[in-house]
């Protein structure tokens, strides 16, 4: 991706994406990386209705590790972003997390709107491996599917 195609991406971000990805951009490489671990940290609880359920939420198949996720569109229109993922996969759940606190509170075509390499925005393609950049868009593949499904439905 060219710098202007990335640019005009990056513009198109939703204010709480576009702030993660200027908080990680004005690090340096190995920097970035520490603050990936600090978002797993920050991984927001499943509320009880998923922790009881878990059923309720979806594989993330591109992930090696057992990571599940559901977003959901309330009777506003705005999406709530669930996901689990282990402790020993630091990594990975700090995707989730980036992606629970940056999608949850935007409007449902908000999310759809997010450009599909999100995840290449942040910096990272020298700290982590592909594999886990793919599991972090796999993530948001699925998001933007589970709306637009709970949209149809509507």
Do not use: W
């Not at 993330?60 to 689990?84: I, K, L, N």
């Amino acid at each position: 991706m060219s710098t202007t195609e990335t640019t005009t991406a990056a513009a198109r971000l939703p204010e709480q994406l576009a702030e993660i990805r200027e908080d990680f951009l004005a690090l340096g490489e190995r920097d970035r990386l520490q603050l990936l671990l600090e978002f797993a940290g920050e991984l927001p609880a499943l509320p009880a209705r998923y922790a009881d359920a878990p059923e309720k939420l979806e594989r993330v198949h591109e992930c090696q590790s057992p990571v599940f996720a559901f977003a959901e569109v309330d009777g506003d229109g705005v999406v709530h972003f669930h996901a689990t993922a282990p402790a020993e996969a630091p990594t990975t759940r700090g995707f989730a997390s980036i992606l629970a606190q940056g999608l949850t509170g935007l409007t449902a075509q908000q999310v759809l709107d997010v450009p599909e390499d999100f995840p290449l925005m942040l910096g990272l393609t020298n700290a982590v491996s592909l594999l886990r950049l793919n599991g972090m868009a796999g993530m948001l593949t699925r998001a933007k599917r589970q709306v637009r499904e709970q949209l149809a439905a509507a």
